[in-house]
């Protein structure tokens, strides 16, 4: 019963602002490592952010760090992904996902992760 769907993708110019959700069901997230992750066309799914279950402990991939923030509030069971100064190659499908019970939330790759959402589409055009 463990789920995870992703809302708030769109249509965004180069520049503008999205707010990603991820509502999570069916385990508590206090205990889980959150990951944002994407994947555009013809390319391999990418770790785009990252942040342990408690502590505040954050990764982002380099091309995102600065415009991107990951943040959680464990109360309301959500991973949110904050992004400013959106450029073209932001976009792909954006999906959370979530590690094992109190596993590191590093690295930030697919292969930690171990519940995945449907995702929801990103896309930057003018």
């Known amino acids: 019963q463990v789920q995870l769907v992703e809302s708030g993708g769109g249509l965004v110019q180069p520049g503008g602002s999205l707010r990603l959700s991820c509502a999570v069901s069916g385990f508590t997230l206090d205990h889980y490592p959150i990951g944002w992750f994407r994947q555009a066309p013809g390319k391999e799914r990418e770790g785009v952010s990252c942040?342990?279950?408690?502590?505040?402990?954050?990764y982002y991939v380099g091309s995102v760090k600065g415009r991107f923030t990951i943040s959680r509030d464990n109360a309301k069971n959500t991973v949110y992904l904050q992004m400013n100064s959106l450029k073209h190659e932001d976009t792909a499908v954006y999906y959370c996902a979530a590690g094992g019970w109190d596993t590191d939330y590093y690295p930030c790759t697919p292969q930690e992760y171990s519940y995945w959402g449907q995702g929801t589409q990103v896309t930057v055009s003018s």
């Open positions: 942040i342990s279950s408690n502590d505040g402990s954050t």
